[in-house]
Structure formats: structure tokens, C-alpha cells
């Protein structure tokens, strides 16, 4: 499906316009770059995108105000934006503005990915873009979906890898549904196959589970894959 998807890519930093567009072409992307409001109105004139990657900080119109600008032209198209400030109050201001998503700079390419991967879904799927169900409960242990952190019963940050964070998010879009390692593999961005998705769940347990050779949460279902079942 990512083949047919066409990613318009808006910001002022050449450098890493040109990453982007090389790491999601060589994930299977259409991808069709700006460096700035301007271009990206005038590229939206002649093609359809599926999703717009947009830097906030920018010289003229800021990403903000296109986000805006598009939401009031009833322009639907997801949003994913790119900042170097951190702070809630801007995180919040992106998603007023009309983003679907909102990633601080620097990130991890494959958050980047699967944060795309995730928007795209909803939209195909006509799931809400607010997750109903915004953390999920692991015994002491809660999972913040929004910010992909693990909290202690203390509100303790549980350290956890970009590739754990993501294979907890995934799976708990549908606690109680088996995913094959195949499709955890790709919806996680986890190279290696089946194996290194293995690998990715058994140093995930070390973290949530009790007993990690018998776990409560985190089950494998042989000869179909892996399912979460949160409190």
C-alpha cells in the first residue's frame, strides 16, 4: 500500500529535505518535496498528497500557519509536524492548527515512519484521529501513547527503545488482537524479519513483565504471532 502513498515533504533546511526524501522513498514512498509555504501551495495546485511531513519554523508563511490556512480551506490532507521546540504548549498549538501528529526535532527516522504509517492508517480506516484509549495499563506500569513513554507506579520514566515504544504502540491500537511478526515487522520499522522481532519483544518484556519467561501481558499465540493483553 506505501507505494501508492505520495508524501509532500515542506521544509527550509535543504540538508534534510533531501534525507527525507531519500529515507521514505527507499521505504516505498512517493515523496515530492518544498522548501517553503509557497511552493507547497503551489505543488498542491497541480498534485493530490496523501500526507504532508511540515516543518513549523519556517521564513515567510510558517508551518502553522499553512496547517491552519489548509484546515480553514477545508483541506483535509494529514498533517505531520516537524519542530525544534519541545514544549507542550507548542505541541499543542500544532495539533489547534490543525496537524495530525507533531514530532520535536531531532527524531528518530523510523519514529518518523512510523508515525506516518500510523496517520495514514487511521485515514484509510476512517479511525478518529484522537485515540480513544489514550494509555494502557500493564499491572505497575502505564503506557503513554501520546508521548510513547513508559511510567512507573511512582511516575518514573521506564527507559524503552524507539523499537519497544513502537511495538507496545501497535499493539495496543487492538489489545486482544494476534498481529503476525510480519506485520509488527513492517508496522514497526523492525529490519531483520521474524527473528529480530523476537528479539524486540523479548527485551520488551524484560520491562513489563514480572516473569518474562511467563508473561501475563505481553503472549505469544504459536504459529500466529504476538498479543497484548493490558489490564
Known sequence: MDDLRHILVVDDDRRLRELLHRYLSDNGFLVTSARDATEARNLQKGMAFDLIVLDVMMPGESGLELARSLREMRNNVPILMLTAMGEPSDRIGGLEAGADDYLPKPFEPRELLLRIRTILRRATTGMPQTEPAPEIRLGPLRFDRERAILVDRDGGVVRVTTAEASLLDVLSEAPGEVLS??????????????RAVDVQVARLRRKIETDPKNPRYLQTVRGRGYVLRPD
Open 181 to 194: 511478526r510480519e506485520s509488527l515487522g513492517d508496522r514497526c520499522a523492525i529490519d531483520g524479519g521474524d
